[in-house]
């Protein structure tokens, strides 16, 4: 009778674990969602204020058609994109344009000087700001979500819900970084 006790005891104890760690598998994945979610926001904002620093450029400039037509191109593809790596890539090159835009500041001094550009400058600069530190909650929640996704029992739970695989939002995640060298003069 006590082996019997002590068997459903174990197997009372082992569900209760499972269920604890399917628990802590949803919670890490909805928090991945939810702050995924949290950079879509900013994103938008961003794309909103787009059409407005186009007219400020091409208002003042009237030239430039090469650089807004890489931000036009850039956005529509960022707006079309469906998975967080295609977003990056997009938003990257959305980045590269506005980046540009910023160039075309320091060729044309009437531009950099007007107020509803530098305004813009400033807005977008703060929601930049607040991508990247959304970015940061997003990637540490999915390194949770991804740690507890490839231990055990998640590698086994993972197979019966919906626990599929959340990628790295990383702005620069094919551009390789160079590594800086020192040549020192010999005497």
């Known amino acids: 009778m006590t082996g019997v006790v002590l068997a459903l005891g174990i197997v009372l104890l082992a569900a209760i674990w499972v269920l604890g760690c399917w628990r802590g598998l949803t919670a890490a994945r909805n928090a991945a969602d939810t702050t995924w979610a949290d950079i879509d926001v900013q994103l938008v904002r961003r794309h909103e204020l787009l059409p407005a620093l ?7 400039t009237g ?3 090469e650089t807004l037509a890489r931000i036009g191109s850039a956005r529509q593809l ?3 994109a469906t998975t967080p790596f295609e977003r ?3 938003e990257r090159r959305l980045v590269a344009g506005i980046a540009a835009v910023g160039a075309l500041a320091e060729r044309h001094p ?6 509803g550009f530098v305004d813009l400058q400033a807005r977008l600069a703060t929601i930049e700001d607040e991508i990247q530190a959304a970015r940061r909650i ?3 929640d999915v390194r949770l979500y991804l740690t507890r996704r490839g231990r055990f029992p998640g590698t086994l739970l993972r197979q019966l819900g919906d626990f599929d695989e959340r990628p790295y939002f990383e702005l620069d995640h094919t551009r390789e970084r160079a590594i800086p060298t020192l040549a020192l003069a010999r005497a």
């Not at 009437?110 to 107020?115: P, R, V």
């Open 54 to 60: 186009v007219a400020a450029v091409e208002a003042e």
């Open 63 to 65: 030239r430039e058609a």
């Open 78 to 80: 960022a707006e079309a």
């Open 88 to 90: 990056a890539d997009a």
């Open 110 to 115: 009437g531009l950099g000087a007007t107020a």
């Open 138 to 140: 997003y990637n540490a």
